[in-house]
């Protein structure tokens, strides 16, 4: 077996901004991870605010320096969304994607004002939209039976009604390393074709519903940008026929990817990717005599992925024929990405991470399912049961896809900033489990 060549910065890169090595540990935001993880148990997931602050600045600055009119960041909550994380949007004025009533209620919860809520979702339910009425700015309307629901509900818009963006199925996906994380395939189950569109601005139009945009999201986690042009050119073709005009709203969706493992790393570029869309935008708009929309980006891992960390604590190693298998507190019930879709993550020791690394180690969960694995054969160094690993980049559809499966209680959500600690969201308790179960009677 050979000595690990790869040396520490390669995967601390993967971590967030504050991350140090002090004392041969791992410290966020001067916080020892090791004391953390005594005080509030395991699995602990921790998010450096530096790291969110960043991202958003990055994506803000972009958007000024390559974008001549107005543009907003539209936060994907679907990544992860608590109170919290909800009230620090509006520190810097992003809109919310919410998905449902469910999401609505935590943003408004969390004081993001309606003008600032955007609602999603495939298949809204009638109290879905009942929600989005109430609390939201904009609806982006998924297909012709749900344009129909709206007029329905509401046949006399009232002026506070949202205003409806339509979701354009642009037929190209971009190049994402799971088929189900893409969306903009000819086939997929998203948004509406050229023609359904045409159908419901007919429709729209004849009831005097305000249709003012188009959006599209193509796919999550690509880092090639090549087939956002197509798209664009697409939908500024139809913003043309639709003859928008004055004050009108694009969006090319999110799904900017960032490095889960250290063969991933550099990042790829925020500022390139903005780049890129706003030059497509201003020139395609420019041949097609159409006014510069207000252009909205709509990112959520490369916002908060990798502000993330997801500490564990080793319970058991096991070597099984040429295969060591190390048994930690959670897995799939807290994180379902590798289950679901084969996601491939790094990880380092919380103490020690320096150590020489000389085995090659798959990362396994509790629970009852063989597919109950976090990583798959990464080269790590020796570890005694009963220490701590962390796992980076895990601020983005970790939490928000996380379960009760075997019982399992959901962790502890910390925000580290500057020597301070603050709880987002308690451990889950056994109480918590009961809560919402009846007796047969
Ligand atoms: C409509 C929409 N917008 C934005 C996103 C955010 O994607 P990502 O977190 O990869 O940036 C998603 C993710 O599924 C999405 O469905």
Redesign the pocket.
């Known amino acids: 077996m050979h000595n690990s060549p790869v040396p520490i910065s390669d995967r601390l890169a993967l971590f967030p901004d504050s991350t140090r090595v002090q004392q041969d540990a791992l410290f966020i935001a001067g916080q020892d991870l090791g004391s953390l993880a005594d005080r509030y148990g395991t699995p602990l997931y921790v998010y450096d605010r530096l790291t969110l602050e960043a991202a958003a600045a990055d994506y803000q600055s972009a958007l000024r320096k390559y974008y001549p009119a107005p543009s907003h960041i ?1 936060y ?1 909550g ?2 992860f969304l608590c109170k919290a994380i909800a009230e620090w949007t509006q520190t810097h004025d992003l809109f919310v ?1 919410c998905t449902g009533e469910g999401e609505i209620a935590i943003a408004v919860a969390g004081g993001v004002p309606p003008q600032n809520i955007l609602v ?1 979702g495939v298949n809204k339910s009638i109290s879905d939209l009942q929600a989005a009425v109430q609390y939201a700015g904009t609806i ?1 309307v998924d297909n012709t039976a749900e344009l129909q629901r709206i007029h329905n509900l509401f046949p006399n818009p009232e002026l506070r009604f949202p205003g409806l963006w339509f ?1 354009l199925l642009p037929g190209v996906a971009v190049s994402t390393h799971h088929s189900h ?1 893409q ?1 903009g395939q000819y086939d997929s189950k ?1 948004g509406m074709t050229r023609e359904e569109i045409m159908q419901a601005v007919q429709m729209s139009k004849s009831v005097n519903l305000p249709v003012n945009g188009i ?1 599209f ?1 193509q ?3 690509f880092r090639d940008p090549e087939p956002l042009i197509p798209a664009i050119d697409m939908a500024l073709d139809l913003a043309k026929e639709i003859s928008f005009r004055g004050e009108w709203h694009f969006c090319p ?5 960032v490095a889960y493992h250290e063969d991933e790393v550099p990042n790829p570029s925020i500022e390139s990717y903005v780049r890129g869309i706003a030059e497509a935008v201003i020139e395609g708009c420019h041949q097609r005599g159409l006014d510069l929309p207000h252009l909205h980006l ?6 908060i ?1 990798r502000a993330g960390v997801a500490i564990y604590r080793v319970g058991a190693v096991k070597q099984r024929g040429d295969k060591t298998w190390w048994l930690v507190d959670g897995g799939m019930a807290d994180n379902p990405r590798h289950a679901l879709y084969g996601a491939r993550y790094s990880c380092l020791t919380v103490a020690g991470p320096g150590r020489e690394r000389n085995e090659r180690v798959s990362i396994g969960g509790p629970y009852c399912e063989s597919g109950d694995v976090l990583i798959e054969d990464l080269l790590m160094p020796k570890v005694e049961e009963g220490e701590l690993v962390a796992i980076p980049v895990a601020g ?2 970790q939490l928000s896809m996380s379960s009760n499966y075997n019982g399992a209680r959901r962790p502890e959500v910390l925000m580290l900033e500057a020597g301070r600690a603050t709880s987002m969201i308690r451990r889950e308790t056994t109480d918590d489990l009961l809560r919402r179960d009846l007796p047969l009677g």
């Open positions: 539209t994907a679907k990544a994607d999603h982006v979701r994380t969306t998203f959006h999201h796919g999550s986690n969706g999110g799904g900017w990817s709509e990112p959520g891992r490369s916002l992925g983005a559809y």
